[in-house]
């Protein structure tokens, strides 16, 4: 059973910088795509990084800013919040995309850690 065990959240003020981890585990499969997604109380859920590969992808909010990265040995992702603003506050989820027959991809989610950033 793929389990991901997420980290590094709490209360920050803005300016201030976090670094979020998350730690895949349960498959013997390479994971495809690893990243983050966010949700603020009232909002829906919505990208925040990915990574696959040496590719990345970020929500322009966050450009700049934020730096995402993995560690393929240790199925580990990692998200490095700098300059972080109110309007990040929110529960950062992590995925792992795994392979599966025919080209499809499952993704599995974190439990989500919350992030506050007090102005």
């Known amino acids: 059973q793929v389990q991901l065990v997420e980290s590094g959240g709490g209360l920050v003020q803005a300016g201030g910088s976090l670094r979020l981890s998350c730690a895949a585990s349960?498959?013997?499969?390479?994971?495809?795509?690893m990243g983050w997604y966010r949700q603020a109380p009232g909002k829906q859920r919505e990208l925040v990084a990915t990574i696959s590969g040496v590719r990345t992808n970020y929500a322009d909010s966050v450009k700049g800013r934020f730096t995402i990265s993995r560690d393929n040995a240790e199925n580990t992702v990692y998200l490095q919040m700098n300059s972080l603003k109110p309007e990040d506050t929110a529960v950062y989820y992590c995925?792992?995309?795994?392979?599966?027959?025919?080209?499809?991809?499952?993704?599995?989610w974190g439990q989500g850690t919350q992030v506050t950033v007090s102005s």
């Open positions: 995925y792992a995309a795994y392979p599966l027959p025919l080209g499809y991809t499952r993704n599995y």
């Open positions: 349960g498959s013997s499969f390479s994971i495809n795509a």
